[in-house]
């Protein structure tokens, strides 16, 4: 059994698989499987995929295994990448993501082995993308601040397989399913590490930040959904997101100077 099942989900954005790709090709420590779900693309993925791994049945051989197929969305190919992962901890690495550095699964897996017990559950900071500037440094929040959403990216997340067992993503959410699936798996999570390193490299302009507003109500939903906090506190919650979201789309640069400041 691999250490890591690396889950990512991709519809026509070959450029952005082959930089992650890349990224997995640079960590010296390859004790993951690399599992590939893609939505039928018609922009060369599946020629691409084919040639690192011939498809066979339908999945490749060795460690990248990959699967092209029209799916409902984001979250339905996130589902089929559970179903079919193997590996001990998974992680969810969206094309265009990248690890955060060339030994980052080689840090993790020490970080791991330095622990008294396993974890049921890994979280870690985040490189960030910003255009015109380097990658900025964004800090995880405390996992227990979960209710004010999203403590790091989901790309900085790993999750006990065996743990997760039937829990999946409701894809009757559109943007914010994996906040759902994060509390809702916390319930189950008796062990929580942070790892005091950045994890992934987020691109920036995904869906998540296209739809910004729609994910926020989606959250607002989810907190009712799983009765996290009182009508009153959502309420507070939501307008929060609302002034920091709007902070940092019109002063940038404030933005990441608080962020940094904070860390």
């Not at 599946?46 to 409902?72: A, H, M």
């Not at 009712?224 to 009153?232: I, Q, T």
Request: net charge neutral; proline share 5%; aromatic share 12%.
């Amino acid at each position: 059994m691999a250490l890591f099942s690396i889950v990512t989900v991709t519809r026509n954005n070959l450029a952005g698989l082959q930089r992650t790709h890349q990224s997995l090709q640079q960590q010296p420590l390859q004790g993951f499987e690399w599992l590939v779900i893609d939505g039928a693309s018609t922009d060369g993925t599946v020629e691409y995929l084919n040639s690192l791994s011939p498809r066979g049945e339908g999945w490749g051989e060795g460690d990248i295994k990959w699967l092209s197929e029209p799916d409902t969305g984001l979250y339905d190919a996130m589902n089929k990448g559970i179903e079919r992962s193997t590996g001990f901890f998974l992680l969810f690495l969206n094309a265009g993501d990248a690890l955060a550095a060339e030994t980052t699964i080689e840090e993790i897996a020490a970080y791991i082995h330095e622990l008294q017990e396993t974890p049921d559950f890994i979280y870690g900071d985040s490189l960030e993308e910003r255009p015109g500037h380097p990658p900025a440094h964004k800090p995880a929040r405390p996992y227990k601040n979960s209710a004010y959403g999203m403590f790091t990216h989901h790309q900085a997340m790993l999750y006990r397989r065996d743990l997760i067992g039937d829990l999946r993503y409701d894809a009757g959410y559109k943007i914010a399913a994996d906040y759902k699936f994060t509390l809702q798996y916390l319930a189950r999570a008796k062990t929580i590490v942070y790892c005091p390193f950045p994890l992934c490299l987020f691109e920036c302009g995904g869906l998540s930040q296209q739809k910004a507003a729609l994910g926020r109500r989606e959250q607002m939903d989810i907190r009712k959904e799983l009765r996290a906090v009182s009508p009153l506190q959502n309420r507070f919650i939501a307008l929060r997101q609302k002034i920091v979201w709007t902070l940092r789309r019109t002063f940038p640069n404030l933005y990441w100077l608080i962020k940094e400041k904070l860390h």
